[in-house]
């Protein structure tokens, strides 16, 4: 194993700088992991790619980029008490304190300990890079029957939606209106279509994006995002309006669309990031008797649990990466995951890098 490994990091600026680091040493709890797939999220495009817009504590600080990774333990460091060399493992993306309220109840990325709380790829080092260090507490084990892009799908953006439709509840009964087909918003079509869903109905306005939803049958009906969309839900829907909204837009417009497009005692979530909304809250909210959710990431154990139900259902969440990229060309993969004009992008290594028909 050389004793350097090359490594990506956002200088914020919308470019990628490639620089040769020292391999690092897994302390006590600590695992080197030889990084075979990572993700790019659009939090990352939007809040470090672009210009780093995080301050303080929560702010990037300059570390390798990377917070979606996954997979196989190269090395433990002393007092790991269940993983080992060899294991295939997901990174969850938030290290926590372990011992606040938040921690305890798996939700590291609510970690109240500002001394503590460090995200990967943000406030420690990531996976965009050929090895990386991980606590033990933060890995999840990922079955032989998921590759390592299916298991960095699921580190953050796969997760993040099922947290998301488990405040919700998705089933049978219900047409579900999904506002953004951007990564989060496939996920959100992928899953609700496992869970039941009556109707799948997805609003955006990048071609590219549509025209992914259609061809992999996450959406049932995909409209152009314009200002008929609301009327266009309920024609789709009885005249009603959708039993469940998910947005993953952050569009003021999208959002609004998803309030409105909800029949009465519908439940609407936002997941995704950033972006502002305007509504009327009797007419829109009130008298309808919607409920509108938040929901940030997921938790250690639901995260656990989505990995099994993957397999139980057989979904693949790899399937909705549409380009791969060596590492060496993690500056072509950035910029086209900013353009939008693409599913997933991934930077992958080994295996995940040779065997895959979709890289470029």
């Given at each position: 194993?050389?004793?350097?490994?090359?490594?990506?990091?956002?200088?914020?600026?919308?470019?990628?700088?490639?620089?040769?680091?020292?391999?690092?040493?897994?302390?006590?709890?600590?695992?080197?992991?030889?990084?075979?797939?990572?993700?790019?999220?659009?939090?990352?495009?939007?809040?470090?790619?672009?210009?780093?817009?995080?301050?303080?504590?929560?702010?990037?600080?300059?570390?390798?980029?990377?917070?979606?990774?996954?997979?196989?333990?190269?090395?433990?460091?002393?007092?790991?008490?269940?993983?080992?060399?060899?294991?295939?493992?997901?990174?969850?993306?938030?290290?926590?304190?372990?011992?606040?309220?938040?921690?305890?109840?798996?939700?590291?990325?609510?970690?109240?300990?500002?001394?503590?709380?460090?995200?990967?790829?943000?406030?420690?080092?990531?996976?965009?890079?050929?090895?990386?260090?991980?606590?033990?507490?933060?890995?999840?084990?990922?079955?032989?029957?998921?590759?390592?892009?299916?298991?960095?799908?699921?580190?953050?953006?796969?997760?993040?939606?099922?947290?998301?439709?488990?405040?919700?509840?998705?089933?049978?009964?219900?047409?579900?209106?999904?506002?953004?087909?951007?990564?989060?918003?496939?996920?959100?079509?992928?899953?609700?279509?496992?869970?039941?869903?009556?109707?799948?109905?997805?609003?955006?306005?990048?071609?590219?994006?549509?025209?992914?939803?259609?061809?992999?049958?996450?959406?049932?009906?995909?409209?152009?995002?314009?200002?008929?969309?609301?009327?266009?839900?309920r024609k789709l829907t009885c005249g009603f309006?959708?039993?469940?909204?998910?947005?993953?837009?952050?569009?003021?417009?999208?959002?609004?669309?998803?309030?409105?497009?909800?029949?009465?005692?519908?439940?609407?979530?936002?997941?995704?990031?950033?972006?502002?909304?305007?509504?009327?809250?009797?007419?829109?909210?009130?008298?309808?008797?919607?409920?509108?959710?938040?929901?940030?990431?997921?938790?250690?154990?639901?995260?656990?649990?989505?990995?099994?139900?993957?397999?139980?259902?057989?979904?693949?969440?790899?399937?909705?990466?549409?380009?791969?990229?060596?590492?060496?060309?993690?500056?072509?993969?950035?910029?086209?995951?900013?353009?939008?004009?693409?599913?997933?992008?991934?930077?992958?290594?080994?295996?995940?890098?040779?065997?895959?028909?979709?890289?470029?």
């Amino acid at each position: 194993m050389s004793p350097t490994m090359t490594a990506a990091f956002l200088p914020g600026n919308s470019t990628v700088e490639l620089r040769t680091v020292p391999l690092p040493v897994p302390g006590h709890g600590e695992v080197l992991l030889r990084v075979k797939a990572s993700t790019i999220c659009g939090s990352d495009i939007r809040a470090i790619y672009h210009q780093h817009l995080g301050k303080g504590p929560e702010g990037y600080q300059g570390v390798i980029v990377g917070h979606e990774p996954c997979g196989q333990i190269a090395e433990t460091g002393p007092g790991c008490r269940r993983f080992r060399n060899g294991d295939r493992v997901i990174v969850y993306h938030i290290s926590g304190c372990g011992v606040c309220n938040d921690c305890r109840r798996g939700y590291m990325i609510s970690c109240s300990s500002e001394t503590y709380r460090r995200a990967y790829g943000w406030q420690r080092d990531g996976g965009m890079a050929e090895y990386m260090l991980a606590e033990e507490k933060d890995l999840i084990a990922l079955p032989s029957q998921l590759s390592y892009a299916d298991g960095a799908q699921v580190a953050c953006g796969f997760g993040t939606v099922y947290e998301g439709l488990q405040k919700v509840g998705i089933d049978g009964n219900h047409a579900v209106l999904i506002t953004g087909l951007g990564p989060v918003g496939l996920a959100t079509g992928a899953l609700c279509r496992k869970l039941g869903a009556n109707k799948i109905i997805g609003i955006d306005v990048v071609p590219e994006r549509i025209r992914i939803a259609l061809d992999l049958g996450l959406c049932d009906e995909v409209l152009a995002s314009g200002a008929e969309n609301v009327e266009q839900v309920r024609k789709l829907t009885c005249g009603f309006g959708v039993e469940r909204a998910v947005d993953c837009s952050a569009h003021p417009a999208a959002r609004a669309t998803a309030i409105r497009a909800t029949r009465k005692w519908g439940r609407i979530v936002f997941i995704g990031e950033g972006g502002t909304v305007e509504f009327n809250p009797s007419p829109d909210i009130i008298h309808d008797q919607k409920t509108v959710f938040g929901s940030w990431v997921t938790s250690t154990w639901l995260m656990e649990e989505l990995v099994e139900k993957l397999v139980r259902w057989n979904l693949h969440p790899a399937d909705i990466i549409t380009h791969r990229f060596p590492l060496e060309q993690s500056p072509e993969a950035y910029a086209l995951m900013s353009s939008g004009k693409c599913g997933k992008v991934a930077v992958c290594q080994d295996e995940e890098l040779a065997g895959s028909p979709a890289h470029p």
